[in-house]
């Protein structure tokens, strides 16, 4: 199989996944629950309403009717309207999109930023008391719930140092003093383009706890996969033959095997972008995070049905589209993976 | 008539041969005898709750307003919460919940997800395909995200979170048994069995899965500390165990409102997840170097 084909055959395994999560979506939405069309109002449903909806949504149509009409909607963007804010769902989803997206990647470039040096120096002094500590330190980190840490950087760094804010995105009095102007939606870009110092200081502190929450997970999982990987490139025949060559052992480490070993890390930041993902939930609320996961957990708790189901649609076509960009750089990266 | 011979085969289980020598290796690793310690311990404080619990009534979330917001002491040494309840208490009580359930959801996850698994990579073919395109429909979605639309469907409850987990992991299994499943396919003791006419189904059953236990077994402990945080998660966000009982992700919930200035009441359930954790995660670590020596030495 060449590089091209390998490409075509993957797009299209990701479309028919992407209908397959589609149909999924469809029948938690209206299969699993034992009233749909109760769900769709609220708590307080009227049989009156429940009539009504019943129709609207077409619910007495038979299965397959139920998802062409639900598909169509789909493809013209229309996610059906909150019930909590009564606003389209995808409108709810596109405002708060950019305060995740900052969040999830400032977590995940901390998370690689840590994680893969840990992994590599654990690989290098492998069996040493540095290799046990960072095995120690990467467990603890898939360890601690996120809903736990939060809160315990909130009382180490905010109330005993008074180091860093307790929660929100910016100080409230911002917006009088250096309000930031919105360009990209993502606060740290935006403060630092209009070079408005004062906010991207602020930005960046509120940022700090949150982003270190959402990483401990993630820089565990990382350190663990990149040593295992760079073990396994190590015991490779041109590594040894670079050492019959006398070459230094740290070239051989950082140079010569790390290249290698990132690969399969690649993968596992595909599978972080999942617990990241639904992290972000947990630290939203900890942290009063005006983002996506504020949003699904108010929807999940108030019974948001169109939201929820809407969220969880999005969330995995993202991890979809994630784990396909992930294998695409690979197949570019590595020769062989086209060849399997 | 002449007589049939005998041949029936033995099938050939290597599982309980290498039982003595994870014993050995996990008695000999401090760091893996502490975890079994623990684990042990938490579960036999969990089934044995309301024995142990200080105050079993309060554990159980019978209020005692008096004892409101008490801090830590010799009576309480956890302290007390928001409605005066012994938070030692509930910590022991909210054991089941958060530990107990967690381990039936990874039986059901195996129970349902090994027989497909050794199913398609045996039959492979259609059936493969079609149980592999399955499990790959369920592994695109986040997992705790699609548990928690699922449980969201149900409605809310401790049972119907547990069932929402189970069904977001068992393709875990399918994918890991499939694997192991493809290459026992290939040894001789299968191949031998297949040549005398033994039936798919007990090949399945008694040769191939017996065989799978070992992998299931070191995924199945390192997934247990992944689904308590999980349950933890859920109930951390008011979709599992409803109030007034007990759990530990709920517990931290509660508390969090007074997190600066009565720390204890969320700080003790959260190191109780921690704790467990942390245990099944360094278990499940040893026993990966174990099993796959390959991969991590």
């Known amino acids: 199989m060449n590089k091209f084909e390998f490409i075509l055959r993957r797009l299209f395994t990701s479309i028919i996944v992407l209908i397959g999560v589609s149909i999924m979506t469809f029948l938690i939405a209206r299969v699993v629950p034992s009233n749909a069309a109760e769900l769709y109002i609220g708590p307080k449903a009227r049989p009156e309403d429940i009539a009504r909806v019943t129709k609207q949504l077409g619910l007495d149509k038979p299965l397959p009717v139920q998802y062409a009409v639900y598909m169509n909607e789909l493809l013209h963007g229309d996610l059906g309207l909150s019930l909590g804010t009564k606003r389209p769902v995808l409108t709810e989803i596109r405002d708060r999109l950019p305060a995740t997206l900052e969040l999830l990647l400032s977590g995940m470039f901390l998370a690689v930023l840590i994680g893969v040096p840990l992994g590599v120096l654990s690989a290098r002094w492998q069996g040493k008391p540095l290799d046990t500590g960072v095995r120690i330190i990467s467990i603890m980190g898939v360890s601690m719930p996120a809903f736990f840490l939060g809160l315990l950087l909130q009382i180490f760094f905010f109330r005993d140092l008074h180091l860093l804010p307790l929660a929100a995105r910016v100080n409230g009095n911002l917006r009088f003093t250096s309000p930031i102007v919105e360009m990209t939606g993502f606060f740290l870009i935006d403060s630092l383009l209009t070079r408005n110092w004062v906010a991207f200081k602020d930005v960046f502190l509120h940022l700090f706890l949150p982003s270190v929450t959402l990483a401990a997970y993630s820089i565990g999982l990382i350190a663990r996969m990149t040593r295992a990987s760079m073990l396994e490139m190590l015991e490779q025949d041109y590594i040894r033959t670079a050492r019959a060559y006398g070459v230094r052992d740290a070239v051989i480490t950082y140079l010569y095997a790390l290249k290698n070993a990132l690969s399969p890390t690649l993968t596992i930041i595909g599978i972080t972008f999942a617990y990241a993902l639904t992290g972000t939930f947990f630290v939203e609320v900890i942290f009063n995070w005006p983002g996506l996961g504020q949003f699904t957990v108010r929807s999940l708790l108030g019974l948001d049905y169109p939201a929820i189901m809407g969220i969880t649609l999005f969330g995995a076509v993202g991890y979809v589209l994630i784990n396909l960009i992930v294998d695409l750089l690979q197949a570019w990266i590595d020769p062989r993976i086209s060849l399997k | ?297």
Do not use: C
């Open chain 2, 1 to 297: 008539m002449t007589a049939i011979p005998d041949l029936t085969i033995e099938p050939e289980v290597q599982s309980t041969r290498t039982f003595r020598h994870v014993l050995n290796v996990i008695v000999r690793d401090p760091l893996s005898l502490a975890s079994t310690i623990v684990i042990i311990l938490f579960i036999l404080i969990a089934i044995f709750a309301k024995q142990i619990a200080p105050y079993p009534l309060e554990g159980a979330g019978k209020t005692n307003v008096s004892n409101s917001m008490l801090p830590p002491s010799w009576e309480h040494p956890f302290g007390a919460d928001k409605l005066g309840r012994d938070v030692l208490s509930r910590v022991i009580v909210g054991a089941q919940p958060a530990l107990i359930i967690p381990i039936g959801v990874v039986l059901f996850a195996v129970l349902i997800g090994a027989p497909l698994g050794a199913l398609a990579g045996y039959k492979g073919g259609w059936v493969d395909e079609l149980i592999m395109r399955i499990t790959d429909l369920f592994l695109a979605f986040p997992s705790l995200l699609l548990a928690m639309a699922i449980a969201s469907a149900l409605g809310r409850g401790l049972e119907k979170a547990a069932f929402a987990l189970v069904i977001s992991w068992w393709p875990w299994y399918t994918r890991l048994v499939r694997g192991v499943t493809l290459s026992l396919k290939e040894r001789y003791f299968v191949e031998a069995a297949k040549a005398i006419g033994v039936r798919d189904s007990v090949i399945i059953l008694r040769h191939i899965l017996p065989n799978t236990i070992s992998p299931i077994l070191v995924q199945a402990t390192v997934d247990l500390g992944t689904v308590i945080l999980a349950m933890g998660g859920l109930a951390f966000l008011g979709l599992g165990t409803q109030p007034p009982s007990p759990d530990w992700g709920l517990m931290v919930s509660e508390g969090r409102t007074y997190i600066l200035t009565q720390g204890w009441i969320s700080t003790f359930p959260g190191i109780a997840i921690f704790v467990v954790v942390l245990a099944f995660n360094l278990l499940g670590d040893t026993l990966r170097d174990i099993f796959d020596p390959r991969q991590y030495r």
